[in-house]
């Protein structure tokens, strides 16, 4: 018998399979380092900003990804409202 389980599929979840560093690199293409400080005011965004800094900053900082995970999906959002105008 199998006692691991395998995890539970998560269609509906935005951020299934997303990680961090894609999360990051989608913010930063679409807004640049400095709308993204703008956004969320931390200096690994603001003072040299680089995704690996950044990465290790916000691996160790839970309300920090909660903004950057937050800001991704507003930007998903923002992105299919403006496919369909």
């Known amino acids: ?3 691991t389980a395998a995890p539970p599929a998560q269609p509906r979840n935005p951020l299934h399979g997303i990680t961090l560093e894609m999360m ?3 913010l930063a293409a679409h807004y ?3 709308g993204l400080a703008e956004r969320i005011p931390v200096r690994c965004f603001s ?3 680089s995704v690996p800094s950044s990465l ?3 691996r160790k900082t839970p309300w920090a990804r909660e903004k950057v995970e937050s800001l991704y999906l507003f ?3 923002e992105r299919r409202r403006e496919q369909r105008s």
Do not use: D, E
């Open 32 to 34: 640049g380092w400095a």
């Open 47 to 49: 003072s040299q900003p």
């Open 75 to 77: 930007m998903l959002r």
């Open 1 to 3: 018998m199998n006692t």
């Open 56 to 58: 290790k900053f916000l």
């Open 24 to 26: 990051l690199t989608a």
